[in-house]
């Protein structure tokens, strides 16, 4: 079991960063596949960034390239995404999920809510 807790969520002008982490715990980091997702309301869930095990290797949904950055610490159990150049259609609520290719396992945090005012 992966236990996953976002945080750094919150409300921001048009035009302003956020920088979003998410701890894990409950497994070897290193071994995980890292991802952000984002919902919004009336919405289905997107894929936003990934990023692989050493961090070596990232891609992001076109709508975010040259703004956002996901980076990871396997040292600290954590995966960052660096948010910069906000836009309202940037509003959601952004999921940390992990993923584990040896069992195919995949794991959700919380969420946390990010809102971009115009």
């Known amino acids: 079991q992966v236990q996953l807790v976002e945080s750094g969520g919150g409300l921001v002008q048009a035009g302003g960063s956020l920088r979003l982490s998410c701890a894990a715990s409950g497994s070897t980091f290193s071994s995980l596949l890292m991802a952000w997702f984002r919902q919004a309301p009336g919405k289905e869930r997107e894929f936003v960034a990934g990023?692989?095990?050493?961090?070596?290797?990232?891609r992001y949904t076109d709508s975010v390239k040259g703004r956002f950055t996901i980076s990871r610490d396997n040292a600290k159990n954590t995966v960052y995404l660096q948010m910069n150049s906000l836009k309202p259609e940037d509003t959601s609520v952004y999921y940390c999920n992990a993923f584990n290719p040896s069992d195919d396992s995949s794991y959700w945090g919380p969420g946390t809510q990010v809102t971009v005012s115009p």
């Open positions: 990023i692989n095990y050493t961090g070596g290797n990232t």
